[in-house]
Structure formats: C-alpha cells, structure tokens
C-alpha cells in the first residue's frame, strides 16, 4: 500500500515506540504512589511534560496531559463557558468537528454562537472577527491549520483583536504541531491542542497548552492529577510516547517543510502535467507543507479511488444511503458541487518516498486514462 494520508493518522515512530515500551511491561507504576516504581513513572511524566513544553516554546507547568485533541477541544470550549457562565463564542466554518460539535452543544444550552465565513482559500478575514467581537465575548477558538486543504490561518492577526478586547483565545494545532514551528508565544494565543497521532506518537493521547493564569472549569473531577485540571491516573506509556514525538518533531523541524513540501509540490506537478484542469482547493502559499487537496474533472473522488485499493488517501465527498454529501470545508468555501465531488486529499509524512509519490502519481493517470476510455 502507498500511504499518503497522513492529516488522518500517522504511524508510531519507532523511536516513538522505544521510548513507550518499558512503561508498558516492567515500568508499570502509578505516578501517584511514592515509591521507586511510582517515582520513575512520575519523573518520566514530568520529562515528557518539559519535551512537550520545550516544541510549543512554554514551561511544562502550561501543559495538560489529555486522550487527544477532541478532550483537549471541548475541555477548553465547554471549560471557558462554564467558567464564565454565560456569554459568546466566536469561531469558523472549516472547523473539526472537534470544534463545531462542543460550540453547537453550547449554543443549544444558552451561549451565543457566531460561526464566521472563510474565503474561496479557506481562510478567515481578521475583519470578521472585528466585527463579532461583543462586550459578551468570552472566547474566540480558529484552527492553526486546516485538516482538510492544510490552509493556515492569520493566528497573529486574531491574537492580536483577542487581547485588545480581553478575550481568551484558542487555537487547535492538531494539524501543524510537528510540520511547522509552533510557537504559543509567537502566535499569542491562551490555549492550544494538540493531538500524538497526528506526528508518530499513538492514538489516545494528545495535551492541551494553557497559558498561566486561563481560566477554565475543569471537565472530570476526581483526584489531583495534572494540577487539578484533568483527573484520572496518568496514561504513562503514552504520554511518554507524546513526549518522545515532541523530540524527534524538535530535532525534524529545521528540515520539515522543505522536505515534506518537495515531496507534496512533486505530486502536484505530476498530476498537473497529466489531468488538464485539474483544480487545487486551498490557498496555493498559506498551507502546511504536506497537504495537497485537488479536484478531478469531471468525476467523483469515489469513482477514481473504487479501482486504486493500494493508494491510501482521504476523499472530499461521501455517500450516504445513495446521496454524496460533500465535504463541509469545501461547502463553505464556496467549491462547487462538481468541484467538490472530485476533491482528493493527498498528505505526505517523513517515510513518504519520492518513489511512493511518483508511482501514486502513474496509478491515478493509469486509472483516469482506462475510466476515459
């Protein structure tokens, strides 16, 4: 199989899995307890914590172990609400559901939701978020990058609007921590999430970054663990496994976009030069380096995949009971419904070969040419 979905999930890195296994056979210990087997499982908690810390560029006491991004989500939505109790909420269109769901179950219950527009790239206008700031704002939420065309938002823009009017702001980076530098002081934000599988570490597990002195309610009450703010013994293996991910993307980043953007920009031309009008949804520069979303003309995503079982990719629509349902970023970016039927996600990761590319590329021309003829 040739795998080129990688935004979907991506495998553990075997020095993911090293780092992970002892704590999955003879260093089993609960954090909690304070012998020498608890101890080590705490020390290589807290070690993990300062990895995570070190790649978003905070201290480890910002960090919250979580079971992935849609916790760490709906800790910060839900969490901001019942701290304030009443009040708006302000986020976009090509949101995760992840995202979408925790604010429409918020809305449900007697907070303002305000769902803004993107443009034609998917990006949001800075001046959208201007104009929906209220005095009854409690929290603004836009993704870093977008799982499905990769478009990157003008964090600094809405970082800046969140702090001059006082509200909080988060961003979920499950998509860019680990392809791009992710900096929580640079991009000013109050809380961030992200999630382990999305760069070699295991499902599960993810962390959400809360800058010193946010405020929100805590979602599961129990014992004290993660400062009080999450309960529930520590998941250790896995957290470790986070930590070890947070390394290796630390040490992977001064080379990541090139590498990662050569392999995507390689599919691009192949395709280009082989499919006559073929379209790439998304922003051509504000995008991630390894996510490429294109549509084929004049056929759906699903009817060109039927005949390619080894090629690993995601599509832009779904059938369901024998009506496609396009995907809803590309409906709120306004892609037509043709368009939007023959959108195919491609995301490279760091085992992608040029070889894998160039024969993923020979088999969708091999396939479009036999459906043609």
């Not at 914590?49 to 070190?54: G, I, P």
């Not at 549509?295 to 690993?312: K, N, Q, R, T, Y």
């Not at 996600?345 to 043609?372: H, K, M, N």
């Amino acid at each position: 199989m040739i795998y080129l979905d990688y935004n979907a999930t991506t495998p553990v890195a075997p020095e993911v899995f090293r780092a992970m296994r002892p704590y999955l056979e003879a260093e089993f210990g609960n954090p909690s307890c304070d012998y020498p087997l608890g101890r080590s499982a705490r020390e290589a908690v807290q070690q993990a914590r300062e990895d995570v810390a070190a790649l978003l560029g905070c201290t480890a006491s910002e960090i919250v172990f979580t079971s992935g991004a849609t916790e760490a989500n709906n800790t910060v939505l839900k969490g901001v609400a019942y701290h304030h109790g009443r009040g708006d909420i302000i986020t976009c269109a090509t949101e995760h559901p992840a995202v979408l769901a925790p604010c429409r179950y918020l809305d449900s219950r007697g907070f303002a939701l305000t769902i803004l527009p993107v443009d034609g790239g998917g990006r949001v206008d800075p001046d959208a978020v201007r104009r929906a700031l209220t005095p009854a704002t409690i929290l603004i939420s836009v993704m870093h990058a977008n799982n499905e065309t990769g478009a990157l938002q003008p964090l600094r823009e809405i970082s800046a609007l969140a702090r001059e009017a006082g509200v909080a702001f988060h961003t979920d980076a499950a998509q860019s921590v680990g392809k791009i530098p992710v900096d929580v002081d640079e991009l000013q934000v109050d809380f961030l999430t992200v999630a382990g599988h999305k760069f070699y570490a295991p499902k599960g597990v993810g962390a959400l970054y809360v800058r010193g002195g946010a405020a929100f309610a805590s979602l599961l009450h129990g014992a004290s663990q993660e400062g009080g703010r999450r309960a529930g013994t520590e998941n250790v293996p896995y957290i470790v496994a986070l930590g070890a991910a947070c390394r290796l993307a630390g040490e992977r980043l001064p080379g990541a976009a090139a590498h990662l953007k050569s392999l995507r920009d390689r599919l691009h031309e192949l395709l280009q030069a082989g499919v006559p009008g073929l379209i790439l949804n998304g922003p051509e520069a504000e995008r991630i380096p390894n996510t490429l979303n294109v549509s084929f003309p004049g056929i759906s995503g699903s009817e060109l995949m039927a005949g390619l079982p080894d090629l690993a990719v995601s599509l832009g629509s779904a059938c369901h009971a024998g009506q496609e349902a396009i995907s809803p970023v590309l409906a709120a970016m306004g892609v037509p419904l043709g368009q939007a039927r023959g959108a195919v996600r491609f995301s490279v990761g760091y085992p992608t070969t040029r070889d894998e590319v160039d024969q993923a590329a020979a088999l969708l021309l091999e396939r479009l040419s036999r459906l043609g003829d």
